[in-house]
Structures are given as structure tokens and as C-alpha cells.
């Protein structure tokens, strides 16, 4: 059944006060969907579904629903629910919620808490932003390396259902340092009476709790891992990260990336529901910084007015050619600039490796530069009549631009890096600018030079 009927029956089951069918329609779906729909009800009917949920499943539909939506059942439910809720939530998802609410509720629903979980709570909203203990969970199952396969299975029958994965198992000694994984699979495949430490994986990839959330996303990629733990300075276990909140992290950073390369403020908020004073105020501070640089255009233009104005025929030519080059060198140094950051987000590319892909980008734009050369030199010289000394100077000028271009957009990125920058900062819009004002420079110094002006 299509979403749009699904909504539909919700929708009249709720208005007719059928609450035991809804209730019962609503247990047929995802929680991920149930949140969906509920993204679509006032306060009020929020209020009333929210409670018709079974109490097993609503933390995990809270855990799905929009920040604002969260904020707004915190703020209308009583503090023996909030209690109930929290103690149900899975320890990131509490975090994760908290860091997203007013000090104002964050203290109701930590005095709400029993005691024991608010301290953890406390615990983790301590640790730097966007780090790994910011994101790890404490719902995990470890074993200390003597115990069998037999006793390690008693404890996942126990405690495997409040865990929030039970796939991997973590190993450790006496002193609580992490010394081995165990894949859920291979245990459940081998002896009863054997030992974990005999079958367990004593080559642990995991990250520190002070590590930066990109760092995490980046291993758990690199590696293929479905959880990541976490330890402290001293290599002891005291948490892991899941998958799911590893793609939590690596769409933020995308979308991040993506706003610093179009030159915007990076936000948080949906569009949908950010106001356009927002939007506006995110966007002005970047654009205001391009056009005091483009400032410096129209100067290196009015220096070089003479050239223009030498001959009416050879200004025309000149002046008309002017968008084209700008536009060409500033889409070569966005489409090198594009590769780069992405090769450095990915890991693919190194600070080591500047000069090998300087190098890479120079017998690109010497390849794209040669065609263009020819293309534009023909170009102007029969569609656009002009002589061949000018439609020379065009033509050379678009050579040296694409080249410069490609070079800023590999170098550029490359030293953010290396500056301690995002690189993502020195992607289209800025490269563009800088591409502009040195392309016009090329452009009249090679038309002085070959013109005699």
C-alpha cells in the first residue's frame, strides 16, 4: 500500500476516535514510519498517539521524531512519562536528545531520570562536541577473555535484548582494557567449551573518546564495520559506536562540506523550517566577502583600460572574450578543487601527496588547455573576425588561465588541510574569485605584450 493511503486511514481512524484500530494499524509499521506520520500532527493529536503507542516501541519512535516535535511532547507530558521515556531510550539516543533541547527542558528531564542514567547522561553531555564519547553507547555486551562460549551465551540470552547490538562482543582483561573482538558468528559456530580468548580477534581497530566524529566515520568506512569501540587514554573499553550513528555523522559532515563548498554558514536546522532571516543571515557574510574581493576585479579592469580602449575593433573583441575566460578558468578550478576535497575526505589523498597531485592536475590542464587553445583560437579568429594576433592573445590567455586554475584548485584545498582548515572552504565560489582577478591579469599582460599596446 502506497504512504499517501496509509496516511489517509491513520488519518480517519484518528479523527473517528478509533484509537484501538489505530493503535493496532499503527503496530504494522516501521517505527521510522510511525514517526513519519506523526511529523504530520498538531500538539494536540500528537499528544494523543504519542500515548496510544505501546511503551516498548514509543522510545524508539521518539528517538525518530524531529527535534522540535521532541521538545514539544517534553514540554506536554508529565515527568513520571518523561521518566519512563528516558529510562527506555537506548543512552546515545538520550544524548543525542538532550544536546538538541533548551537548558530550561534539559534540567526537567534530567531531574525526571532516575538517578543512575542521569549521572551517565551527565557523564556524556561532558565530552567535547562531536567527539567519539559524544556519540558511543553504553548498551554493549563484554566478557572477560577466560569465560567459554557456553557461559557467554547464558549472558547474551540475560542481557542481549537491552543491548543495542549484539553482533560483535568485546573482550577484556582484569584491568578493563580491551584486548580482542569476537564476531557473534564465529562463537555461536564453535565448541561449547571453548574459550573466548581462543577464538577471538586480538587485532582491535577502535578509536579514543577525544577522536573528532569524522575520524570515527572515517575508520568504521575504511575497516567495514558494523560497531566501533570506543576507549579512554588508558585503552580501556568504556563504550561503542554503531553504524547507524555513524551515517548520522556522515550525513552532517556531507551536508557540512556541501554548504561551506556553495559558500553558506553551516546549519543544522531544515531548510523547510529554517525563516529566511536565517537562511539570509547564513549567506550574506560569504557573499559580502566576495564582492569586497570582486572590488579588486573591476580595478585590475579600469588599470588596464588602455588596452581596451586602443582599438575599437580589437576592444570589442577583447571585452567580449572577457565572461569566457572568467567562466572557463572558474569552472576548471572548481572541477580540480572538487576532486581534491574529495580525495582528502575520503583519505585517498595525503598532504604527502601535494606535489604527486600538483603534478596529476598540471598534465590535466595542459591536455584541457591544448584543446581549448585550438577550439578558441579558431573560434575567434573565423566566427568572431577577429585577426590573428588577437585571437591569439584570447587563446593563450584561456591556456595560462586553465593551467593557473587547476593548479589553485589543487593547492588551494591542500593547504586548508595542511593549515588545520576545512578544505572544503576553498572550494568553487572562493577559487572562482581568486581565479578571476589573476585570469584578467594573464589576459591583459599577454595582450599587451603580443599587441604592442
Same mark, same amino acid.
Given at each position: 500500500?502506497?504512504?499517501?493511503?496509509?496516511?489517509?486511514?491513520?488519518?480517519?481512524?484518528?479523527?473517528?476516535?478509533?484509537?484501538?484500530?489505530?493503535?493496532?494499524?499503527?503496530?504494522?509499521?516501521?517505527?521510522?514510519?510511525?514517526?513519519?506520520?506523526?511529523?504530520?500532527?498538531?500538539?494536540?493529536?500528537?499528544?494523543?498517539?504519542?500515548?496510544?503507542?505501546?511503551?516498548?516501541?514509543?522510545?524508539?519512535?521518539?528517538?525518530?521524531?524531529?527535534?522540535?516535535?521532541?521538545?514539544?511532547?517534553?514540554?506536554?507530558?508529565?515527568?513520571?512519562?518523561?521518566?519512563?521515556?528516558?529510562?527506555?531510550?537506548?543512552?546515545?539516543?538520550?544524548?543525542?536528545?538532550?544536546? /538538541?533541547?533548551? &537548558?530550561? #527542558? *534539559? @534540567? %526537567?528531564?534530567?531531574?525526571? !531520570?532516575? +538517578?543512575?542514567?542521569?549521572?551517565?547522561?551527565?557523564?556524556?553531555?561532558?565530552?567535547?562536541?562531536?567527539?567519539?564519547?559524544?556519540?558511543?553507547?553504553?548498551?554493549?555486551?563484554?566478557?572477560?577473555?577466560?569465560?567459554?562460549?557456553?557461559?557467554?551465551?547464558?549472558?547474551?540470552?540475560?542481557?542481549?535484548?537491552?543491548?543495542?547490538?549484539?553482533?560483535?562482543?568485546?573482550?577484556?582483561?582484569?584491568?578493563?582494557?580491551?584486548?580482542?573482538?569476537?564476531?557473534?558468528?564465529?562463537?555461536?559456530?564453535?565448541?561449547?567449551?571453548?574459550?573466548?580468548?581462543?577464538?577471538?580477534?586480538?587485532?582491535?581497530?577502535?578509536?579514543?573518546?577525544?577522536?573528532?566524529? /569524522?575520524?570515527? &566515520?572515517? #575508520? *568504521? @568506512? %575504511?575497516?567495514?564495520?558494523? !560497531?566501533? +569501540?570506543?576507549?579512554?587514554?588508558?585503552?580501556?573499553?568504556?563504550?561503542?559506536?554503531?553504524?547507524?550513528?555513524?551515517?548520522?555523522?556522515?550525513?552532517?559532515?556531507?551536508?557540512?562540506?556541501?554548504?561551506?563548498?556553495?559558500?553558506?554558514?553551516?546549519?543544522?536546522?531544515?531548510?523547510?523550517?529554517?525563516?529566511?532571516?536565517?537562511?539570509?543571515?547564513?549567506?550574506?557574510?560569504?557573499?559580502?566577502?566576495?564582492?569586497?574581493?570582486?572590488?579588486?576585479?573591476?580595478?585590475?579592469?579600469?588599470?588596464?583600460?588602455?588596452?581596451?580602449?586602443?582599438?575599437?575593433?580589437?576592444?570589442?573583441?577583447?571585452?567580449?572574450?572577457?565572461?569566457?575566460?572568467?567562466?572557463?578558468?572558474?569552472?576548471?578550478?572548481?572541477?580540480?578543487?572538487?576532486?581534491?576535497?574529495?580525495?582528502?575526505?575520503?583519505?585517498?589523498?595525503?598532504?604527502?601527496?601535494?606535489?604527486?597531485?600538483?603534478?596529476?592536475?598540471?598534465?590535466?590542464?595542459?591536455?584541457?588547455?591544448?584543446?581549448?587553445?585550438?577550439?578558441?583560437?579558431?573560434?575567434?579568429?573565423?566566427?568572431?573576425?577577429?585577426?590573428?594576433?588577437?585571437?591569439?592573445?584570447?587563446?593563450?590567455?584561456?591556456?595560462?588561465?586553465?593551467?593557473?586554475?587547476?593548479?589553485?584548485?589543487?593547492?588551494?584545498?591542500?593547504?586548508?588541510?595542511?593549515?588545520?582548515?576545512?578544505?572544503?572552504?576553498?572550494?568553487?565560489?572562493?577559487?572562482?574569485?581568486?581565479?578571476?582577478?589573476?585570469?584578467?591579469?594573464?589576459?591583459?599582460?599577454?595582450?599587451?605584450?603580443?599587441?604592442?599596446?
Amino acid at each position: 500500500m502506497e504512504w499517501a493511503a496509509i496516511e489517509k486511514r491513520l488519518n480517519s481512524l484518528l479523527e473517528a476516535g478509533r484509537h484501538g484500530e489505530l493503535r493496532g494499524a499503527m503496530m504494522m509499521l516501521n517505527e521510522v514510519d510511525i514517526a513519519q506520520y506523526m511529523e504530520t500532527l498538531n500538539k494536540e493529536q500528537l499528544l494523543l498517539v504519542f500515548r496510544i503507542l505501546p511503551k516498548d516501541i514509543s522510545a524508539d519512535v521518539f528517538s525518530y521524531m524531529s527535534a522540535e516535535q521532541k521538545q514539544t511532547l517534553i514540554e506536554s507530558i508529565g515527568d513520571s512519562e518523561i521518566r519512563t521515556l528516558i529510562d527506555d531510550m537506548f543512552l546515545d539516543d538520550a544524548v543525542d536528545f538532550l544536546e /538538541e533541547l533548551p &537548558a530550561s #527542558v *534539559v @534540567r %526537567r528531564v534530567l531531574q525526571s !531520570a532516575d +538517578p543512575e542514567k542521569r549521572n551517565l547522561i551527565n557523564q556524556f553531555l561532558r565530552y567535547p562536541e562531536n567527539s567519539a564519547g559524544s556519540l558511543m553507547t553504553i548498551e554493549y555486551l563484554e566478557f572477560r577473555s577466560d569465560v567459554t562460549v557456553r557461559g557467554a551465551m547464558d549472558i547474551i540470552r540475560q542481557e542481549g535484548l537491552d543491548k543495542e547490538t549484539i553482533y560483535t562482543l568485546y573482550i577484556i582483561d582484569n584491568t578493563h582494557h580491551l584486548i580482542g573482538t569476537l564476531a557473534l558468528r564465529k562463537m555461536i559456530l564453535a565448541s561449547e567449551d571453548t574459550v573466548l580468548s581462543d577464538i577471538m580477534d586480538r587485532n582491535v581497530v577502535s578509536v579514543c573518546t577525544t577522536d573528532d566524529q /569524522e575520524k570515527v &566515520a572515517d #575508520v *568504521v @568506512r %575504511r575497516y567495514d564495520l558494523m !560497531a566501533i +569501540p570506543v576507549v579512554d587514554k588508558e585503552e580501556r573499553l568504556v563504550g561503542i559506536i554503531t553504524a547507524d550513528d555513524v551515517m548520522d555523522v556522515i550525513e552532517e559532515e556531507t551536508t557540512e562540506d556541501f554548504e561551506k563548498m556553495a559558500a553558506l554558514t553551516p546549519s543544522e536546522d531544515e531548510y523547510l523550517k529554517t525563516s529566511p532571516f536565517k537562511l539570509a543571515l547564513n549567506r550574506i557574510p560569504w557573499l559580502l566577502l566576495m564582492a569586497v574581493i570582486a572590488v579588486f576585479t573591476g580595478m585590475i579592469i579600469t588599470y588596464y583600460e588602455d588596452v581596451l580602449s586602443a582599438s575599437a575593433s580589437v576592444g570589442i573583441i577583447l571585452t567580449a572574450c572577457i565572461p569566457m575566460l572568467m567562466d572557463t578558468g572558474g569552472n576548471c578550478g572548481a572541477q580540480s578543487s572538487t576532486l581534491i576535497i574529495r580525495g582528502l575526505s575520503l583519505g585517498q589523498i595525503t598532504l604527502k601527496d601535494f606535489f604527486k597531485a600538483l603534478w596529476k592536475e598540471f598534465r590535466v590542464a595542459m591536455i584541457v588547455g591544448t584543446v581549448l587553445f585550438a577550439f578558441t583560437l579558431c573560434r575567434v579568429r573565423f566566427i568572431n573576425g577577429a585577426e590573428w594576433g588577437v585571437a591569439f592573445v584570447v587563446a593563450a590567455a584561456l591556456f595560462c588561465t586553465i593551467v593557473l586554475a587547476k593548479a589553485l584548485g589543487c593547492a588551494m584545498p591542500m593547504l586548508a588541510k595542511r593549515l588545520g582548515l576545512d578544505p572544503a572552504l576553498m572550494a568553487s565560489p572562493l577559487i572562482t574569485t581568486v581565479v578571476d582577478m589573476s585570469s584578467l591579469v594573464i589576459y591583459f599582460s599577454i595582450a599587451r605584450a603580443v599587441l604592442k599596446i
